[in-house]
């Protein structure tokens, strides 16, 4: 029996990882479309296009992979699946057509929570305590399709993006690995994606970061990790110049000295900061104009209050 032919479209971490699960259970990969690299964009994940270099598999990197011609040259290769491993657009219904066993993603999240872009980024901010990835079936609706397996990962409190990414990352792997053998004999279960029972969010953009002391300081926690490099980073403005956070911890209570309203501040060759419910978070790491700026440094160029 030969083996099924797919189609991936693929990009990041979770696309590398799943070309190489694909190349383990020797699934016929016809095609991978992948992105062309953004040249503003810091690339600290592994490229799709060298491991398919590695694999010996023909890759593309279209504008639009909606396109005419790129649908028929897909339809062409007649495959019986579509895989989308963190490929960063929508597939339309004429491309999931071609399909003639099952299109299937692979989503960051415990799908029907956090549908949609970044969803490491959300559940951090939104102070979950786990999340993970899940396989489900590709429809015209974003992360709506059936639900074929899920594999849970903790998020620990002090946890940024990129260590909660990994972690996602490798349950990703987990769950196409787990699941493949099913999908190929033709008997993977499905269950109903409850689309009422989650959530949905839209893309991030770097102005997002912005710190508001005023916020209470488990929501500027949690921001700052969510956003930690490489994301783009948490920040605020101070003395006409601007100070990056990239990491930061809960005291239990702040030290003598503090301000009494909220913002930046040293106190004993360490950076603080009040937050709008009265408690103050340790600033762990923090540059000025991208370059690390330690708290004396800090307290110079910005003018923050230095605590006694």
Not at 48 to 62: C, K, N, T, Y
Not at 76 to 86: G, H, I, R, V
Not at 148 to 159: E, F, S
Not at 264 to 292: K, W
């Amino acid at each position: 029996m030969s083996a099924p032919g797919a189609v991936v479209f693929a990009y990041h971490n979770v696309g590398a990882r799943g070309l190489r699960v694909l190349a383990a259970h020797g699934i016929d990969v016809r095609l991978v479309v992948t992105h062309a690299d953004d040249p503003a964009e810091t690339l600290w994940f592994e490229r799709v296009s060298d491991v398919a270099g590695d694999l010996a598999l023909p890759w593309i990197a279209p504008d639009d992979a909606n396109a005419a011609d790129v649908v028929a040259r897909v339809a062409a290769l007649a495959p019986d699946f579509l895989f989308s491993f963190y490929y960063r657009r929508m597939l339309g219904a004429p491309m999931l057509a071609t399909a003639r066993r099952g299109a299937l993603n692979v989503h960051g999240s415990l799908l029907p929570k956090y549908r949609g872009r970044a969803p490491v980024n959300w559940a951090i901010l939104m102070g979950e305590r786990e999340t993970g990835a899940t396989l489900h079936d590709m429809t015209v609706k974003p992360d709506a399709g059936g639900i074929v397996d899920q594999q849970a990962v903790p998020i620990l409190p002090d946890d940024t993006a990129k260590e909660v990414f990994d972690k996602v990352t490798l349950a990703a792997e987990i769950v196409l690995d787990r699941s493949l053998p099913a999908l190929v004999a033709g008997t993977a279960p499905r269950r109903v994606n409850d689309l009422a029972a989650g959530s949905y969010f839209g893309g991030r953009r770097p102005e997002d970061g912005r710190i508001d002391w005023s916020w209470p300081a488990q929501r500027v926690h949690d921001l700052v990790r969510a956003v930690a490099p490489p994301y783009p980073g948490a920040y605020c403005d101070l003395g006409g110049v601007r100070l990056a956070v990239w990491r930061t911890r809960r005291i239990a209570a702040c030290p003598p000295g503090a301000p009494k309203t909220p913002g930046v501040f040293v106190a004993d060759g360490t950076t603080y900061a009040r937050c709008g419910d009265g408690r103050c978070l340790a600033i762990l790491a923090a540059a000025i104009d991208g370059v690390t700026a330690d708290a004396y440094r800090i307290a110079r160029c910005v003018g923050a209050p230095v605590g006694r």
